[in-house]
């Protein structure tokens, strides 16, 4: 770590066995993050072309949840992504950087992330807080992108998205509360057995869910939750079954020229590896795909189709 006074400078370094390209694609749009880096919470671009962007960022930074809103300049001649923090969150002050990505020999790629930061009061204990911050969520984006390119699938091809919509019989609002309300679910949703959810900070919930399948059979989900109230709930889930590297999900509410609506947004990473395990010797990733797109679609429609108040409440 280096720097004048006040200000530090730090650089985590990899070389992944993938072309440049691809891997300049992962950083460059933002809304995949959620489901490629184990940190990142929830993004959103605010406003943006091709070339610039201003992005809002929810992540776990030692532990906690922080965020905070950047503006990122986008080269794809020259393979970098530049960012630079409009408002940090304490302890931090400014922080901002870039990621480069250098094409090596041997269809190689050198991923560098430079970061430089300021911290409130130049305190010693903060530099030290943010220094072990970038280390560890900077080595863990790193590898999570190695991971994903390296796994002999296009990326697009295991990373995607999709989106169900349902239209409200009721306010926008009462569908947000009953998402929101997640504690109320094993009273609400046959579906699940138990719930423990605490909020942690202001609109921030850690939800852990027991939830029953079709054989009788539980299993535990465990996710962070971005509220904000009336319009959106993110989620993040932080251990994720073995057929997925990330999944980050995405509830809305509002209203449309035929009433209000709610929909709800999957982002997803495949584990290739795992797809003979789990569905069996001869599927393939596109199998994988459907598959989940219909698992975790069907559960959020129901959880859905309760909340507008098209199924009756379990008592």
Known sequence: MTGGPGLRRVEHTRVVHAPPAPLYDLVADVTLWPAVFGPTVH?????GGRDSERIRLWATVNGRV???VSRRALDPARLTVGFEQEVSSPPVASMGGEWNFTELSGGRTEVVLKHHFTVVDDEPAAVTWVHEALDRN???ELAALARIAESGHPPREIVFSFTDTLALTGPAEAAYDFVARADLWPRRLPHVAGVTL???APGVQDLRMETATADGSTHTTHSVRVCRRPEWIAYKQVVTPELLLGHSGLWTFGEGP?????TASHTVALNPEAVSRVLGADRTTADARQHVRELLGRNSRTTLSYAAGQEAPVR
Not at 43 to 47: D, G, H, K, Q, V
Not at 258 to 262: D, M
């Open 138 to 140: 900077s080595a863990a």
């Open 258 to 262: 035929k009433g209000p609506f709610a």
């Open 198 to 200: 605490t909020e942690t």
């Open 66 to 68: 922080s965020d905070w």
């Open 43 to 47: 993004a959103r671009r605010l406003e």
